[in-house]
């Protein structure tokens, strides 16, 4: 896939359909009674002005501002107005406490923040602004290069430590590869998004995409009951509706009104049960089309509604993609055998790489690829089945979560001995995080401990007491032995 021209600013690109459908609303923030609309015109100055008031507030051109913001429109027009005059945003999830923020703060000290009021602040020396900053005069966009740095997310590893992940202008680009061979995105729809707003998977194609391609961005308000959302998708005329498994899990447990508009649904952040695919397409009449990807590269595997995937297999690489499959020793193996899912080097998603200690970029190849930590297995028709990650993450609830930052944040419980992460599957629908512990502590005891350590979707669902966690002969915790240890408990 060939990379635009130069100069090319993200920021400008996504906002581009405003110059050619000014009155066309861009933004629908969805509430029970009322929605709050957003034209192309009122989303592009709202941009513009942000930038401004950023430069104006003494925020200057390859700062890192860290986004400590809810689910308000503010977070992607600070975002993308950020971007614009060349300022670097590193946006971050409003559920993370205290201590959570200050731990991703440190692996990469921004210059300020930008923040609304009650979110969490990290514990570390630079200027914090609120979102008066954000009305501010108009700007230029700061012209740079398509392969320059544009924002950075943040993921965690094995380590439990967050990772800044480092992308290019050019990313956004490369979503184009996702509007056919996952979304199929016409300009003309109304695609809603159920997460969060500062939720990555929600950036990215719940707004940055739709307005790219000049359709309709639909997000529930801040608090909406899952109850409420088909109903709402229904009011408001979605035609694409996307979230993670347990959206459509939530949505199929209360009385789901027939969505005429609606052609298809999204699904990524965790493994689509079959069985809840099925159901969907019982209950509405429209597939469920499933897609993997990760912070470093967003997706890059995924059905369609022009190429659904086989059943049991996730999809195929989208049109443009570099995919190999390799062995440990970083080789490709044959169609049938699983092995590592890899990129290559020269997709336009890639990231620049990770920001190592002391501010050192680093993007690990094996050869010529960017080795996922997937485990899949490519069938000759080029469809992929996906078994997990070959690392420790655990996945619930659409995210990815590191064992040992959970483990870490019960460090200290009055009453506990020792603790384990893992998910637990009560159903073959249905996956939960958990925690396998030793000690006197109750459960309520734990939850208490947990509740100002740890971001909600961090929260163990399930508690389950054991005599001891299961360990190697060198001492070292055997992970791969917690599910049959608490096959009994669950």
Known sequence: M???????????YVLAPAYKQPEKIALAILGPSRAERWSYARLAEA??????????????????????????AHFPIAFLGAIRVGIVPMPT?????????????????????????????????VPVYGVDILDGPESPWWKTLADELAYVVFTSGTSGRPKPVRHAHRAVWARRMMWRDWYDL?????????????????????????????????VPAAGTDPAMLGLLAKRHDASILAGSPGIFRKLLAHDLPKLPKLR????????????????????????????????????????????????GCIGYAQ????????????????????????????????????????GRPNLP??????????LVTRRPDGAFTYHGRADDVLTA????????????????????????????QPNPETTLLALAYSGTASEGDLRRFAEPNLARHKHPRAYLRVDALPRGGNGKLDRRALPALVKDLT
Request: aromatic share 6%.
């Open 365 to 374: 190849l094996t050869g010529a690829y960017f080795v996922s930590g997937d």
């Open 264 to 311: 298809h649904a999204l699904s990524a952040g965790e493994a689509l049960p079959p069985s809840l695919r099925t159901r969907w397409q019982t209950a509405t009449g429209t597939d469920i089309h499933e897609a993997l990807g990760m912070s470093e590269c967003s997706t890059f595997l995924s059905g369609s509604p022009t190429w659904p995937a086989p059943e």
């Open 397 to 424: 609830g659409g995210f990815r979560i590191a064992p040992a930052e959970i483990e870490a944040a019960f460090d200290g419980a009055p009453g506990l001995t020792e603790c384990a992460a893992l998910t637990i």
């Open 93 to 125: 999830s409003a559920a993370l406490t205290g201590p959570e923020i200050t731990r991703v703060a440190e692996s990469l000290p921004p210059h300020a923040i930008l923040a609304e009021p009650g979110i969490a602040l990290p514990k570390i020396d």
């Open 319 to 358: 049109t443009g993609r570099q995919l190999a499959v390799l062995d440990d020793a970083g080789e490709p193996v044959a169609d049938g055998t699983p092995g590592h899912l890899a990129i290559h080097r020269s997709d336009p998603g890639l990231m620049l790489g990770y920001i190592e200690a002391g």
């Open 186 to 218: 016409r300009a003309d729809d109304r695609l809603m998004h159920t997460g969060a707003f500062n939720w990555t998977y929600t950036l990215g194609t719940g707004l940055l995409d739709p307005w790219a391609a000049g359709a309709t961005a639909l």
């Open 47 to 72: 941009v513009t002005r942000a930038g401004g008031g950023m430069l104006a507030a003494g925020i200057s051109p390859g700062d890192r501002l860290l986004l400590r913001m809810g689910n308000s």
């Open 2 to 12: 060939e990379l635009p021209s130069d100069p090319f600013n993200l920021s400008e």
